[in-house]
């Protein structure tokens, strides 16, 4: 498949149209939960959670907003990258740069505890992200996060059925390691919770810029 220019704003952790999804078989572990029939050991993460595999081809054919690439986002989301450029993101004293959905209504201190599949970003990219969405300015905060940690995954939950073989649900849900549902998720995004935060001005941040 041709590619095509890569226009300014494609996310990194966007998946690809010519990224294809791996489609493999599912059967039972001999631990419990699901395993690949042809499971390689670079399948599970250090938890032992069985990921979704999807090719590797970033900015082949079209990119798709939507759908978010299983290990861009992971490797983001464990080496804290920018979501948008995947550089570095952006860290001072107060923590490293995210942007995340205003649900301040949500608990009393949010977002300490937030769990969140949206990796950091830089502060090029959050400028650019506001400019370029002005919906974000008042849908969005900006946190300084001191300590996170990768505590779980988002992906789709299988279960056992009468046919011999894992069934797929409609269910997707963010499931913690080590619980009993670790063993029946195929991970598609790493998730971290978020500590220590400090609401920021963003405008104050990006003002560092010029
Ligand atoms: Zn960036």
């Given at each position: 498949?041709?590619?095509?220019?890569?226009?300014?704003?494609?996310?990194?952790i966007a998946a690809w149209s010519g990224e294809q999804l791996h489609r493999r078989p599912v059967i039972y572990s001999g631990r419990g939960g699901i395993a690949y029939a042809d499971e390689q050991p670079e399948d599970r993460d250090q938890h032992g959670v069985l990921w979704n595999g999807r090719a590797l081809a970033?900015?082949?054919g079209r990119p798709e907003y939507g759908e978010v690439h299983p290990e861009r986002q992971r490797v983001a989301m464990q080496y804290l990258l920018c979501q948008v450029c995947g550089q570095p993101a952006d860290r001072d004293d107060r923590g490293v740069l995210w942007?995340?959905?205003?649900?301040?209504?949500?608990w009393q201190g949010w977002?300490?505890?937030l769990m969140t599949t949206h990796p950091p970003v830089c502060?090029?990219?959050?400028?650019?992200?506001?400019?370029?969405c002005p919906h974000l300015v008042g849908r969005s905060v900006a946190v300084r996060v001191r300590d996170s940690s990768t505590c779980a995954v988002y992906g789709r939950i299988w279960s056992s059925s009468a046919f011999g073989r894992p069934v797929r649900t409609a269910v997707k849900?963010?499931?913690?390691?080590?619980?009993p549902s670790a063993r029946w998720v195929l991970a598609g995004q790493l998730v971290r919770s978020l500590d220590g935060c400090t609401f920021v001005d963003l405008q104050q941040e990006l003002a560092r810029l010029s």
């Open positions: 498949m041709k590619a095509i220019a890569r226009p300014g704003v494609v996310p990194y970033q900015g082949t942007l995340v959905e205003d649900n301040r209504g949500d977002p300490e505890r502060l090029p990219c959050a400028g650019k992200a506001v400019e370029q849900d963010v499931v913690e390691f080590g619980s």
